[in-house]
Protein backbone atom coordinates (compact mmCIF):
# COMPACT_ATOMS: atom_id res chain seq x y z
CA UNK A 1 0.00 0.00 0.00
CA UNK A 2 1.46 3.25 -0.97
CA UNK A 3 2.15 5.63 1.43
CA UNK A 4 2.26 9.78 0.89
CA UNK A 5 4.62 11.90 3.37
CA UNK A 6 2.80 14.48 4.57
CA UNK A 7 3.60 17.75 2.71
CA UNK A 8 4.79 16.12 -0.44
CA UNK A 9 1.94 17.42 -3.25
CA UNK A 10 1.94 16.62 -7.31
CA UNK A 11 3.40 19.22 -9.09
CA UNK A 12 2.88 20.79 -12.76
CA UNK A 13 0.66 23.11 -14.64
CA UNK A 14 -2.90 23.06 -15.31
CA UNK A 15 -4.51 22.77 -18.64
CA UNK A 16 -5.61 26.36 -18.82
CA UNK A 17 -2.36 27.99 -17.66
CA UNK A 18 -0.31 26.38 -20.20
CA UNK A 19 -2.95 28.11 -22.61
CA UNK A 20 -2.66 31.35 -21.29
CA UNK A 21 1.15 31.40 -20.94
CA UNK A 22 1.09 30.55 -25.15
CA UNK A 23 -1.48 32.80 -25.62
CA UNK A 24 0.60 35.42 -23.83
CA UNK A 25 3.90 34.14 -25.98
CA UNK A 26 2.17 34.80 -29.02
CA UNK A 27 0.96 38.27 -28.17
CA UNK A 28 4.58 39.22 -27.67
CA UNK A 29 5.95 37.47 -30.64
CA UNK A 30 3.03 39.46 -32.95
CA UNK A 31 4.41 42.52 -31.31
CA UNK A 32 8.05 42.18 -31.63
CA UNK A 33 7.29 40.71 -35.54
CA UNK A 34 5.29 44.14 -36.05
CA UNK A 35 7.75 46.07 -34.37
CA UNK A 36 11.07 44.66 -36.46
CA UNK A 37 8.95 44.47 -39.77
CA UNK A 38 8.08 48.26 -39.29
CA UNK A 39 12.14 48.97 -38.57
CA UNK A 40 12.89 46.41 -41.90
CA UNK A 41 10.50 48.87 -43.96
CA UNK A 42 11.65 52.10 -42.45
CA UNK A 43 14.89 51.32 -44.03
CA UNK A 44 14.44 50.21 -46.84
CA UNK A 45 12.33 53.59 -47.53
CA UNK A 46 15.18 55.65 -46.07
CA UNK A 47 17.54 53.58 -48.38
CA UNK A 48 15.47 54.46 -51.26
CA UNK A 49 14.95 57.54 -50.92
CA UNK A 50 18.98 57.89 -50.06
CA UNK A 51 19.64 56.23 -53.64
CA UNK A 52 17.06 58.54 -54.99
CA UNK A 53 18.71 62.09 -53.37
CA UNK A 54 22.44 60.20 -54.88
CA UNK A 55 20.67 60.02 -58.48
CA UNK A 56 19.32 63.78 -58.21
CA UNK A 57 22.87 64.72 -57.04
CA UNK A 58 24.88 62.73 -60.20
CA UNK A 59 21.94 64.41 -62.66
CA UNK A 60 22.68 68.12 -61.25
CA UNK A 61 27.25 66.74 -61.47
CA UNK A 62 26.54 65.06 -64.56
CA UNK A 63 24.62 68.14 -66.02
CA UNK A 64 27.26 70.56 -65.01
CA UNK A 65 30.42 68.68 -66.48
CA UNK A 66 28.18 68.71 -69.80
CA UNK A 67 27.97 72.11 -69.68
CA UNK A 68 31.36 73.12 -68.54
CA UNK A 69 32.95 70.90 -71.50
CA UNK A 70 30.06 72.42 -74.50
CA UNK A 71 31.87 73.39 -77.29
CA UNK A 72 31.30 76.81 -78.32
CA UNK A 73 29.46 77.76 -81.87
CA UNK A 74 32.32 79.82 -82.40
CA UNK A 75 34.73 76.80 -82.23
CA UNK A 76 32.23 75.13 -84.26
CA UNK A 77 32.07 77.44 -87.04
CA UNK A 78 36.16 77.73 -87.07
CA UNK A 79 36.30 73.81 -87.09
CA UNK A 80 33.62 73.45 -89.99
CA UNK A 81 35.55 76.14 -91.92
CA UNK A 82 33.02 78.70 -91.51
CA UNK A 83 33.03 82.16 -91.22
CA UNK A 84 32.05 84.24 -88.24
CA UNK A 85 30.63 86.87 -89.92
CA UNK A 86 28.44 84.86 -92.05
CA UNK A 87 25.29 84.45 -89.78
CA UNK A 88 22.92 82.29 -92.35
CA UNK A 89 26.09 79.64 -91.92
CA UNK A 90 26.80 79.64 -88.64
CA UNK A 91 26.71 76.28 -86.43
CA UNK A 92 24.84 76.30 -83.06
CA UNK A 93 26.24 75.32 -80.11
CA UNK A 94 22.64 73.73 -78.59
CA UNK A 95 20.28 72.11 -80.68
CA UNK A 96 16.70 71.51 -79.48
CA UNK A 97 13.67 70.41 -80.03
CA UNK A 98 10.10 69.23 -78.82
CA UNK A 99 11.80 66.39 -76.49
CA UNK A 100 15.26 66.57 -76.53
CA UNK A 101 18.62 69.05 -76.49
CA UNK A 102 21.83 68.65 -77.48
CA UNK A 103 25.17 70.01 -77.98
CA UNK A 104 29.09 68.57 -78.21
CA UNK A 105 31.27 68.94 -75.60
CA UNK A 106 34.87 68.05 -75.37
CA UNK A 107 36.32 64.56 -74.12
CA UNK A 108 39.59 62.52 -72.80
CA UNK A 109 39.48 59.06 -74.64
CA UNK A 110 42.63 57.19 -74.28
CA UNK A 111 44.90 60.11 -73.69
CA UNK A 112 43.21 62.09 -76.66
CA UNK A 113 40.97 64.63 -76.88
CA UNK A 114 38.14 63.64 -78.37
CA UNK A 115 34.37 65.18 -78.81
CA UNK A 116 31.30 63.42 -77.09
CA UNK A 117 27.95 63.93 -78.83
CA UNK A 118 25.28 64.49 -75.73
CA UNK A 119 21.31 65.11 -75.46
CA UNK A 120 18.88 65.09 -72.32
CA UNK A 121 14.87 63.93 -73.03
CA UNK A 122 12.02 62.60 -71.44
CA UNK A 123 11.05 59.04 -72.34
CA UNK A 124 8.23 56.80 -70.72
CA UNK A 125 11.11 55.01 -68.10
CA UNK A 126 12.05 58.83 -67.12
CA UNK A 127 15.00 61.21 -68.21
CA UNK A 128 17.29 59.95 -70.11
CA UNK A 129 21.13 61.00 -70.84
CA UNK A 130 22.14 59.89 -74.04
CA UNK A 131 25.95 60.25 -75.63
CA UNK A 132 27.79 59.07 -78.61
CA UNK A 133 30.71 57.43 -78.74
CA UNK A 134 33.55 59.46 -77.92
CA UNK A 135 34.36 60.92 -81.64
CA UNK A 136 38.12 61.12 -82.28
CA UNK A 137 37.70 62.68 -86.26
CA UNK A 138 36.75 66.42 -86.40
CA UNK A 139 34.82 65.23 -89.82
CA UNK A 140 32.81 62.84 -88.27
CA UNK A 141 31.84 64.95 -85.01
CA UNK A 142 30.81 67.70 -87.50
CA UNK A 143 28.76 65.46 -89.84
CA UNK A 144 27.00 63.78 -86.83
CA UNK A 145 26.38 67.11 -85.47
CA UNK A 146 24.72 67.87 -88.75
CA UNK A 147 22.22 65.13 -88.51
CA UNK A 148 21.09 66.17 -85.45
CA UNK A 149 21.03 69.86 -86.33
CA UNK A 150 18.49 68.29 -88.79
CA UNK A 151 16.14 65.88 -86.40
CA UNK A 152 16.82 66.49 -82.79
CA UNK A 153 14.40 64.93 -82.03
CA UNK A 154 14.88 61.61 -83.90
CA UNK A 155 17.10 58.92 -82.06
CA UNK A 156 20.13 57.11 -83.88
CA UNK A 157 20.66 53.64 -82.89
CA UNK A 158 24.31 54.52 -82.57
CA UNK A 159 23.75 56.51 -79.56
CA UNK A 160 24.15 55.31 -76.21
CA UNK A 161 21.79 56.01 -72.61
CA UNK A 162 24.22 56.46 -70.22
CA UNK A 163 21.89 56.85 -67.73
CA UNK A 164 18.41 57.33 -66.72
CA UNK A 165 16.41 58.80 -63.78
CA UNK A 166 12.95 57.56 -63.45
CA UNK A 167 11.23 59.34 -61.07
CA UNK A 168 12.13 62.38 -63.19
CA UNK A 169 8.22 63.04 -64.63
CA UNK A 170 8.77 66.29 -66.53
CA UNK A 171 11.44 68.47 -68.29
CA UNK A 172 11.83 71.86 -69.79
CA UNK A 173 14.86 73.98 -71.26
CA UNK A 174 14.91 77.23 -72.58
CA UNK A 175 17.79 78.68 -74.70
CA UNK A 176 18.92 82.36 -74.36
CA UNK A 177 20.48 84.22 -76.79
CA UNK A 178 22.26 87.65 -77.36
CA UNK A 179 19.07 88.81 -79.22
CA UNK A 180 17.57 92.17 -77.93
CA UNK A 181 13.23 91.74 -77.83
CA UNK A 182 11.24 94.96 -77.96
CA UNK A 183 10.78 95.37 -73.91
CA UNK A 184 14.78 95.78 -73.95
CA UNK A 185 15.21 91.99 -72.74
CA UNK A 186 17.32 89.10 -73.97
CA UNK A 187 15.41 87.00 -76.31
CA UNK A 188 14.32 83.22 -75.15
CA UNK A 189 13.68 80.41 -77.06
CA UNK A 190 12.81 77.35 -75.64
CA UNK A 191 10.81 73.89 -76.02
CA UNK A 192 9.51 71.67 -73.23
CA UNK A 193 8.54 68.24 -73.41
CA UNK A 194 5.61 68.24 -71.31
CA UNK A 195 3.64 71.56 -70.42
CA UNK A 196 5.06 73.35 -67.24
CA UNK A 197 3.21 74.94 -64.55
CA UNK A 198 1.68 78.33 -65.53
CA UNK A 199 3.52 80.20 -62.68
CA UNK A 200 7.26 78.46 -63.30
CA UNK A 201 6.70 79.47 -66.86
CA UNK A 202 6.43 83.31 -65.69
CA UNK A 203 8.84 83.11 -63.21
CA UNK A 204 11.10 82.21 -65.86
CA UNK A 205 10.06 85.01 -68.52
CA UNK A 206 8.92 82.58 -70.97
CA UNK A 207 5.69 83.80 -72.67
CA UNK A 208 3.57 82.27 -74.84
CA UNK A 209 4.67 84.14 -77.87
CA UNK A 210 8.10 82.23 -77.36
CA UNK A 211 6.30 78.77 -76.47
CA UNK A 212 4.94 79.13 -79.76
CA UNK A 213 8.15 80.10 -81.67
CA UNK A 214 9.46 76.86 -80.09
CA UNK A 215 7.02 74.64 -81.33
CA UNK A 216 7.99 75.24 -84.79
CA UNK A 217 11.38 73.34 -83.74
CA UNK A 218 13.62 75.97 -84.17
CA UNK A 219 16.65 74.37 -84.60
CA UNK A 220 19.60 77.34 -85.74
CA UNK A 221 19.64 79.88 -83.53
CA UNK A 222 21.09 83.44 -84.05
CA UNK A 223 22.23 85.77 -82.71
CA UNK A 224 25.21 83.81 -80.73
CA UNK A 225 23.57 81.25 -77.59
CA UNK A 226 24.28 82.82 -74.23
CA UNK A 227 22.57 80.18 -72.01
CA UNK A 228 20.50 77.34 -71.25
CA UNK A 229 18.26 76.86 -68.71
CA UNK A 230 17.11 73.72 -67.89
CA UNK A 231 14.45 71.90 -65.59
CA UNK A 232 13.00 69.03 -64.23
CA UNK A 233 10.00 67.99 -62.19
CA UNK A 234 10.34 65.05 -60.18
CA UNK A 235 7.30 62.48 -59.03
CA UNK A 236 5.01 63.83 -55.97
CA UNK A 237 7.09 66.96 -55.86
CA UNK A 238 5.59 70.61 -57.06
CA UNK A 239 9.01 72.27 -57.04
CA UNK A 240 11.40 71.33 -60.06
CA UNK A 241 15.05 71.23 -59.96
CA UNK A 242 16.40 74.19 -62.04
CA UNK A 243 20.21 74.74 -63.52
CA UNK A 244 21.58 77.19 -65.44
CA UNK A 245 24.50 76.96 -68.21
CA UNK A 246 26.28 79.66 -69.62
CA UNK A 247 28.35 79.53 -72.89
CA UNK A 248 30.72 81.27 -74.54
CA UNK A 249 31.78 83.99 -71.93
CA UNK A 250 28.47 84.82 -70.76
CA UNK A 251 27.54 86.50 -68.06
Known sequence: ????????HDQGFALLEIIVAMVIMA?????????????????EVIEQRANENYS?????????????????????NTASGFSSASVSN???????????????????????????LVG???????LKRWTSQPIMRRTLALALWGSILQEPDLLSN???VSWQVPNVVRQSFAVQTSALSGGGASGISTSSTGASPSNTAAANGISSTSNAIASTNLILITPAQQGVVMQWWLKDIALPITRSCLMEGAL
Not at 27 to 41: E, F, Q
Not at 63 to 72: G, L, P, T, V
Open 56 to 76: YVQLIRQFDRDCQEIISSNEL
Open 90 to 116: SLPSVAVGTKNIWWLRHYRADAQDAWL
Open 120 to 126: YGLGPSG
Open 1 to 8: MRKHLSGQ
Open 27 to 43: IVGLLAWRGMDAMIRGR
Open 158 to 160: DLL
